[in-house]
């Protein structure tokens, strides 16, 4: 076993959770995780790895991946207990797993630990905490849980164009649209399901083969249905916008950036992984809106990502010290919120990124100063 790595002039010891793997030790993205750490030494903490298997085992001490620059090698060793755990346990199968959940909940109470983004967020969760107050229901596009094709019938009689998206759904995964026009009685609808980096269009005048299709690409999961709304387009393209908030030193929400994602041609949605492309959201709502109008929207975005996110903790009743919000902006300048993550995923824009590194450090120092037992619940912070 090699020496313990000097903890001396680190302030805080960090530990990023994720799960174990027989090959590698453990699972995740290599390069995110090798980020933070450099970012962790520059700024006075001490960042390793820990997987579940180990946090389950641990004592007093535990067994941590420790990266080592000079050699780019991962070293398995025991080291002290961290004072602050950072969860990025990969998917939800993981999360799911009793074991894992059984962990996670101990830990999210524990004292002397504290363990931040312990969960994935739920689409219908959040849609259920964001409606329910006056500050947030008007970012929130009318949405339904999809049980039967009655009530599928009766959200598309008032909503011409819909959304089905799955409750635990990422990356633009298993998302449909459906585009109704309802003459008297009869229904043309069209339906579009997002494949790779295309959507595969069918048309309906049948409710219930309709309802067969769907259920065909639903399977057994949850689903629900939203209001589509039009996106504001840039050059002749929708887009919308990815909006990273994080904790800072002082336990305070704050804004780090906001990209613009613009739709693929034959995408119904922007991820880029699916033929959509990164563009400046200044940019991107000025050719919308005009100069003064897109910097206005700009504002009203960066204050209602805070808005969203501070409700958005104090609901979860977790400790949060970031999440991103998928936000779009309708043809009218209104501001409409799609979904938030938990677990974001590394922002391509340079300065972004960085922020995003250095505020994950500064919350686990914020973290792991000693202060009076808190629970999740009332440490929103602001
Ligand atoms: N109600 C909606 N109206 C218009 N576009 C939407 C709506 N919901 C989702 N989208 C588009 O689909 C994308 C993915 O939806 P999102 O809810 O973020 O699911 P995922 O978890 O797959 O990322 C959004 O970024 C947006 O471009
Ligand atoms: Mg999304």
Redo the contacts with the bound molecule.
Sequence with gaps: MSALPTTKGLRTSLAILTMPDLDNGFRGNRSNFIDLIAKGKELGAFVFVVTTDDLRKATKRIYGHVYQPESELWVRQLLPMPQVIYSRIPTRTDEQLPEVQTLIADFARKRGVSLFNPYFFN?WALFEWLNTDKATRHFI?ATRRLASPKELVAFIQSHPMT?L?PVR?????G?MRLETYVPGQKYWCKLSIQDNKRSIVTNHLNIAKLWTRIKQETGEEDYII????P?AESMGRPF?LRVLVQKNQAGRWLLTGIGA?V?GVKS????VPRGGHIDSPERALLSSFGERRGLLIFRKVSHAALVIAKRIEKESGFKLGEMSL?L?VDQNGRIWF??ANSRPMKFDEPDIRELSLTRIIEYSHYLSRPRPAQTGKKSGGS
Aim: charged fraction near 30%; proline fraction near 4%; glycine fraction near 16%.
């Design positions: 689409k596009p959304y998206k759904g990422k990356a633009g995964k998302i939203q209001q589509g709304i996106l919308d994602r739709a119904i949605t922007t991820h998928d779009g799609f979904e």
